[in-house]
Nanobody, 124 residues
Framework: QVQLAESGGGLVQAGGSLRLSCAAS????????MGWFRQAPGNEREFVAA????????YYADSVKGRFTISRDNAKNTVWLQMNSLKPEDTAVYYC?????????????????WGQGTQVTVSS
């Protein structure tokens, strides 16, 4: 069983930055791909970014490419999402997710474990 805990959300003005953290429990963190997803009110949950277990591969949604960066430290069982140049349309609850394997995917159905989410609000 893997438990995930996100932190770092908050209220920020457009153009600002936030760094989300996701701390994972368990001894197999380095063998698990991790992903960030988000869900705005009235919308379906959507893919934001993903990173392989070895950190050799990263993937981003087109809407955040060039502004967001996903990274991880396997020694600390932590994955981060650095969000720069934030826009009001980035407002959502952001979720951290873990897969059972090393390869990163963009589909939420590939992820077995989910955190509770952290709210990000970007004001215009």
């Amino acid at each position: 069983q893997v438990q995930l805990a996100e932190s770092g959300g908050g209220l920020v003005q457009a153009g600002g930055s936030l760094r989300l953290s996701c701390a994972a429990s368990g001894r197999t963190f380095s063998s698990r791909a991790m992903g960030w997803f988000r869900q705005a009110p009235g919308n379906e949950r959507e893919f934001v970014a993903a990173i392989s277990g070895s950190a050799s591969s990263t993937y981003y949604a087109d809407s955040v490419k060039g502004r967001f960066t996903i990274s991880r430290d396997n020694a600390k069982n932590t994955v981060w999402l650095q969000m720069n140049s934030l826009k009001p349309e980035d407002t959502a609850v952001y979720y951290c997710a873990a897969r059972l394997g090393n390869y990163a995917y963009m589909q939420s159905s590939e992820y077995a474990y989910w955190g509770q989410g952290t709210q990000v609000t970007v004001s215009s």
